[in-house]
């Protein structure tokens, strides 16, 4: 997915990523007087998750603080897989706002068997049996969506796992991440600049899409082709 060939300094990475962060934001002011319906407003959370996470990786290049950084990184990178599966059809779109049904079935499986929980288990399996009814791309029994498997879905598997696994060793408390202050600076001094870069680069492949989406979806609004 990502090639580090050619690194920007800094401050140029950090404005590239408030400008992109701009365009998405106007397309989501643009929303404010638009009705309600379950397709702009996963449209609309997905970007309120994306420009959250972005000024996670900039606060946390900003404090030096690489866990930070890649963890808000992380999250862009799964974020910019499901942006793509939604911007891909309706059917997809429906698919994973429907998927929170699965989530939540998979979170009661796993504390079915929790004592002191058997009433607030036995709430929550009524309402969901009403649900699953009322579900256009889900049946009962589908399992939930991964990224991975969204990944492997547009043959980038391998670019996935390379950067979850380089990111994941800042986001876990790792031997590496919870002794990073104690290491020599010389050692240090990529860490910050790299995941800085790949946070832009994700955003990059990221924002101009939901952007274009959110505009297809704005009153009034044509989407100039780019």
Partial sequence: MLGLVHPQPQAEIRSKILSYGQHLNDAVDRHRTTPSNWHTTLLLALAGELLFNSMEVLQGETDGNCCRSAW?????????????????????????????????????????NEPGLEELIRNSKLVLDEAWSRLEEVKLGNKRLTVLQIAK??????????????????????????????MPPILVAFIVPTILQIG?????????????????HSPGITQRQE
């Fill in 200 to 216: 832009a680069l994700i955003i990059e492949r990221t924002y101009p899409v939901l952007t274009r989406a959110l505009n297809e």
């Fill in 72 to 112: 808000g990184a992380r999250n862009l990178l799964e974020l910019h897989y499901w942006v793509r599966f939604i911007t891909t059809s309706r059917e997809n779109s429906r698919r994973f706002h429907e998927d929170m049904v699965c989530d939540y079935q998979d979170l009661l499986k796993q504390t079915g």
């Fill in 153 to 182: 879905d547009f043959s980038d598997e391998v670019g996935y796992r390379k950067v979850n696994k380089l990111l994941s060793k800042f986001v876990h408390p790792t031997s590496l991440s919870i002794q990073l202050r104690l």
